[in-house]
């Protein structure tokens, strides 16, 4: 069974500085791996990918993450915020084997900015 | 190209109504998702369709839940007899494939039961 954990609910940062988000993964398969970004009372817009290509996966809007299976993780990063990327992230596993499209999503976490 | 559009955005009805909620996927899209987010929570998987039939059914309430997407036109979850509890968002989604396609979002359907 798959599953995903957002080991941080809510992570608050000042405007140019580093957003760490911490995303841990369990899956019985190859797994692809996403984030998508939900601001308030929107619906998702999906910053990036993984799909068993490249372990560094680069995303929209300065985004990226790092697939590490020694690790079971897929932390999304940003070198520098922005006051725009105050939103809910989504940390979430597929499995292409057995699941079709079916996607489990993390609890999510919450991301501040602070001028 | 439009995206997935969801209608309506939202939804009031009192306990006991019926919720109809309409899902048209992104144009050569062939593959449907329906996910709930309750308040303060992640999204759930509910259900996965193909046209004229139901592929998983997994996450869908054993009761009042149905959904369904026809040949022509679009996807409906129906939500019969609502309670409180069935107030959230209802989001679809749909691809090309069922798998190795990304998924693209509609913007939601928010319900509220009062």
């Known amino acids: 069974a798959q599953s995903v954990t957002q080991l941080d609910s809510h992570v608050s940062v000042s405007e140019g500085t580093p957003v760490l988000l911490r995303c841990n993964y369990s899956?019985?398969?190859?797994?692809?791996l996403f984030w998508y970004v939900q601001h308030p009372n929107k619906g998702l817009q999906l910053l990036l990918k993984?799909?068993?290509?490249?372990?560094l996966v680069k995303g929209i809007n300065g985004f990226e993450a790092e697939f590490k299976k020694s690790e079971t993780s897929f932390h999304l990063t940003k070198p520098s915020a922005h006051m725009s990327d105050a939103a809910e992230y989504f940390c979430?596993?597929?499995?292409?084997?057995?699941?079709?499209?079916?996607?489990?999503f993390g609890q999510g976490t919450e991301l501040s900015v602070k001028p | 190209n439009a995206g997935v559009m969801q209608n309506p955005r939202h939804l009031v009805r009192r306990r006991g109504q019926e919720a109809r909620l309409r899902c048209s996927p992104m144009?050569?899209?062939?593959?449907v998702y329906w996910y709930r987010q309750l308040p303060e929570e992640g999204l759930k998987f509910m259900v996965y369709?193909?046209?004229?039939?139901?592929?998983?059914e997994s996450g869908m309430p054993k009761e009042r839940f149905s959904a369904e997407f026809p040949k022509e036109g679009p996807s409906i979850l129906r939500i019969q007899q609502v309670v409180r509890g069935d107030s959230a968002a209802y989001f679809c989604?749909?691809?090309?494939?069922?798998?190795?396609?990304?998924?693209?979002f509609g913007e939601g359907s928010w319900l509220t039961v009062v």
């Open positions: 989604a749909s691809s090309r494939e069922s798998s190795g396609n990304t998924i693209y």
């Open positions: 899956s019985s398969y190859s797994p692809s």
């Open positions: 993984y799909t068993s290509a490249a372990t």
């Open positions: 979430v596993v597929s499995d292409n084997y057995n699941q079709g499209g079916k996607l489990i």
């Open positions: 144009k050569g899209h062939s593959h």
């Open positions: 369709l193909q046209k004229e039939n139901i592929i998983d």
